[in-house]
């Protein structure tokens, strides 16, 4: 902008590096961590300077940690796979199911339409341990008990509200003349949805598609309650490197590195549809 | 365009009548999460009881009574009162940071277009294990932020084990996890936003302090509202970054309802009570969201109505 | 295969091959100590499948375990192979990490799933679950000849362990009476003595502290000495795990409880007293004057790992911690051990101590099949193979203390260690009193002694309130 003064460059520069340190500092410092040994992490003070190692890393691949006090086994590659499944499969599904919905909440004005809309927003409100315990029991007669199905099923109360709310804002938002001229042209309603609508709305669903992946990634208790060692994401396997004999930090700085890359390489691929995708409720000019 | 787009001739695929094709819409997505009310009333059941599993003997309904309880009960205050205030605090100071960085990267450039991207990990960091990394960085002795917490001066600070820092300490790491989330949703408001009526403001010379609280901020408040709500709702059911840092200490500084719940539950596995806390949760959860979901509608109807 | 290795196995069984002879031989052979272990403990279980028990009657049955991430839970992996043969049995296990351990066995207990047919647990808890019908009463199946091997031996627990784990049900009802059910059996435990860095005390001259005030005043001695280091490791955050190990251990000592039980059977709060209230001062004082700065957020990880990483001179906590700290990490091998007793007047120390043990899950649909299980994995075979070989410390068994294989591998990398065990181990055991709100209470007195040492309230108010509280709690609950 041509009325920039450079004091306020040089304000902005300086406020956006804060940002920065703020924020990145913790990672690039997790970063640094999982190159150390668990002895040089524990250094009074803590340094900078340091023999970086990849036995973490190679730990964590290889399911193997030699300790001085023993072999310390477990399995983090397959938890990172559950992460991926569970977070993947939710997605999906709520996805299926969101889509319609938001079309019918933002384009399809109905009779009870924003009380249906509110009811499932209104299952998020619903603290997860309140419904959690009893769901043990239900799920035990059910025999879902254990399954990844039954959790991709809870998952949805973490990834269809928020995929419902901002999709619904943007179907809204798409002009509802171009539907209508297309419908003219004497195609069916499917056949809009889905060659109109869903196109037009897909920088929406991209970002609401992200951003429910991150919710249903970093989420922790559903699985631990409701299903076996074989099934737990990284959240909980992460947390097998807090040993009685000594906390690895080594380890768990490497694991949450490893969880991290695979949810920030899929943002930097649909960075663009990121931030354009969640103009919910704007009124296009 | 309704009655118009109805008497459209259908041509194939199956046909569902112009009056139920919403409901179709959203019926899958309903019947998916309808199952969740029967251990909803399960728990509201719970909630009416005496119940303690290690005290099967002594089970029964006493109906209101885990409720009428609360009243004279300090800690449920204590816990109300500990409950908002990290609420406010958390969601007050992430929308000021969130707005503010949404401003600085407004600009379509690809250095700000890569920074905001950069700027969700700590968003993809599970709280549950960036808790315990922040408890390992305000440690004293092998915790960098204490090292560089005594460069400035603060020799002995006590981040989350001290009564008076760890309300302060915990609040950081929560701004520090979902401030981003805040910041992506603002940073796709502000970009979205028409040009036209900031064009004209610059051309009258309008003071920028004047545009911002006239012109954007009441144009963003759509988006403003859904960040709110989705970070209130999750704000005052804060488990993960408290529980790991301070387990709801030091004294019962931090004891907010998923954390007291919680300890009732899977230690003290008294259900009632636990379930009790968590209906009241629910309920604050419920009127706040109402209360913001109305305004947002309000809000959008009067946009379209100006559009 | 291993034919060879079997029969200079057997000789060392016999006693006609030395044990050293015996590892340099199979390492001649390119098998490793840990190898050898496994091997070792195969000829034992040989000689247990010959005691005239039906060792194969459930032979096929697969049974699964519900594990706790931890030494003990892997030496008893390791070991699998062993029972598997042995009874022809099939083992399945879920490991969870012990953050989430309890978490996961109670959502699993509190649902009925009949997944797990046995699973490791605390005492404490039995407390919750034995009451709530989670688990079974395990006398039934130890004094059940047809059920249970000749050579198991249930008198070889340590009668303070045994009982610790043996409770009425009753509130208040005292651990391991007449009545009592046995909700679960020992797999080892820990004692809470002191562990103190040799090298610290030392270069400061400092001696090994015989009671409380001198604990205090070492303390702040050594954290004179620790440039940038603090005294002194206790538990501090706000829980149950604050009250249970050095602070409970010493506050035994001087003969105070946490609760009175009354003729009629109701309990009462008994902290409040003035011996309490004094000693609670100077544990509060240790901890503002020479504790650790963060000592609110301390739990078992903490205070094990500062010792080890040498930034604090000692630590009242579990001996096996201790264990664990003096390999691996930046101060190894200059732990030492000693006894405590807190009070002056005391005969001997009177440590609380913690026991990792094993139940059997109320709704397994296979007992007869996971007995068999329990009584092998808490039989004098395996105790042994994990005292040698692993890291099953402290053992349960009074033979295995016996062992001079397992005495000689404690004395010479753990000094002192054997000998603060023979020193405490009369006088330890569960010094709680068994009753359905342990851990409401426990919660709360480790929440207001933060108070106490945040300066929030004075030490006599607080334990007043507490005493309070708790009162009323338990009339609440009925029990008061």
Known sequence: MEHTSTLERVLRAIAITLVILFFIFPIFWIVLMSFQTNETILRVPPSIVFEPTLQNYQALITGELDTAAGKLEFDFMSNLFNSFYLSTASVALGLILGIPAAYAFGRLKFRGSEDIAFTLLSFRFAPPLLVLLPLTIYFQKLGLADTYFGLIWVYQLIVLPLILWIVRGYFEDIPADIEYAYRIAGHGFWATFFKIALPLAMPGIAAAGLLAFIFAWNNFIFALVLASADKQPVTVGALAFVTASGIQYGQIAAGIVLSILPTLGLALYAQRYLVEGLSLGAVKG | ?307 | MYEKENKLIDAFMRGSVSRRSLIKGLGSMGITAATAGVLVNAAATRALAQNGFDWKKHSGTTVKLLLNKHPYADALIANLENFKELTGMNVEYDVFPEDVYFDKVTAALSSGSSEYDAFMTGAYMTWTYGPAGWVDDLNEYIMDDTRTNPDYNWEDVLEGVRKSCAWNGKPGGELGSDDAKQWCIPLAYEQNNLTYNKRVFDSAGLSIPGNIDELVDTAAAAKGAMDGGYGIGVRGSRSWATIHPGFLSGYANFGQKDLNVSEDGLLSAAMNTDVSKDYHAKWVKMIQDSGAPDWSTHTWYQVGTDVGAGKSAMMFDADILGYFMNAGTAEAGNLAFAPFAANPDAAAPTPNIWIWAMSMSSFSKQKDATWYFLQWVTGPEHGLFGAREMDLVNPARSSVWADETFREKLSSSYPGYVEMHDVSAPGASIKFTAQPLFFDLTTEWAATMQKMVANEIPVDEGLDQLAESVNSQLKDAGLG
């Open chain 2, 1 to 307: 365009m309704s009655d118009a787009a109805a008497s459209l001739p259908k041509r194939r695929g199956f046909r569902i009548s112009r009056r139920w094709l919403p409901y179709v819409l959203s019926l899958p997505a309903l019947l998916a999460c309808i199952g969740i009310l029967i251990p909803f009333f399960t728990a509201v059941a719970y909630s009416l009881q005496r119940y303690r599993l290690s005290q099967p003997w002594a089970h029964k309904w006493n109906w209101g009574e885990n409720y009428w309880n609360f009243l004279s009960d300090s800690s449920f205050w204590n816990t109300l009162q500990v409950s908002l205030t990290y609420a406010f605090l958390t969601v007050g100071l992430e929308l000021m940071f969130g707005l503010g960085i949404a401003l600085l990267l407004q600009k379509r450039t690809r250095f700000n277009n890569f920074v905001s991207i950069m700027l969700l990990m700590p968003l993809m960091t599970a709280p549950a294990l960036a808790s315990l990394m922040w408890k390992l960085m305000t440690n004293p002795g092998f915790g960098i932020l204490s090292y560089f917490a005594s460069l400035i001066g603060f020799e002995d600070f006590r981040w989350a084990s001290d009564p008076s820092t760890a309300m302060l300490t915990v609040v950081l790491v929560d701004i520090w996890v979902y401030t981003p989330f805040i910041m992506i949703l603002l940073l796709a408001g502000l970009r979205s936003l028409p040009q036209q009526p900031f064009e004209a403001a610059a051309l009258d010379g309008v003071p920028r302090l004047f545009v911002f609280w006239r012109i954007t901020l009441p144009m963003l408040t759509p988006f403003l509202l859904t960040a709110t709500l989705f970070r209130v709702i999750e704000s005052i059911q804060q488990f993960d970054i408290i529980y790991a840092m301070t387990q709801g200490g030091p004294g019962d500084r931090l004891t907010v309802f998923q954390v007291e719940a919680y300890l009732n539950f899977f230690q003290s596995t008294n259900v009632g009570r636990s379930a009790a806390l968590l209906m009241i949760l629910w309920a604050i959860t419920y009127v706040l969201s109402s209360i913001f979901i109305k305004n947002w509608l309000k809000l959008r109807e009067k946009q379209r109505g100006e559009a």
